[in-house]
């Protein structure tokens, strides 16, 4: 089992920037993959941005450039430095933990949080 906390989500007017946190209850290196999934209701939780146990990382196309996804592994943490926001950046944003220990893979979920970005 992961437990996933995350934190950071607020209102934000457009250009600016937010932090999100994700603090989970094991080891990270124990998990294959960490990511950030954003949903907006009426639509499908679609992939923000994902770090592999190795450290690669992979963003969705409308992101690029301006996320970014680390970690502290001392902390077992991951984080998602949004810059340059825009209002289509608004949604309840989610943290996942994914082991692979069998077919399929264990997915884990954070409680979300909302980010906004006004116009």
């Known amino acids: 089992q992961v437990q996933l906390v995350e934190s950071g989500g607020g209102l934000v007017q457009a250009g600016g920037s937010l932090r999100l946190s994700c603090a989970a209850s094991?080891?990270?290196?124990?998990?294959?993959?960490m990511g950030w999934y954003r949903q907006v209701p009426g639509k499908q939780r679609e992939l923000v941005a994902v770090?592999?146990?190795?450290?690669?990382?992979n963003y969705a196309d409308s992101v690029k450039g301006r996320f970014t996804i680390s970690r502290d592994s001392a902390k077992n943490t991951v984080y998602l430095q949004m810059n340059s926001l825009k209002p289509e950046d608004t949604a309840v944003y989610y943290c996942?933990?994914?082991?692979?220990?069998?077919?399929?893979?264990?997915?884990?979920w954070g409680q979300g949080t909302q980010v906004t970005v006004s116009s």
């Open positions: 770090i592999s146990r190795g450290g690669s990382t």
């Open positions: 094991r080891s990270i290196f124990s998990i294959n993959a």
């Open positions: 996942n933990a994914r082991r692979e220990l069998g077919t399929p893979p264990s997915d884990y």
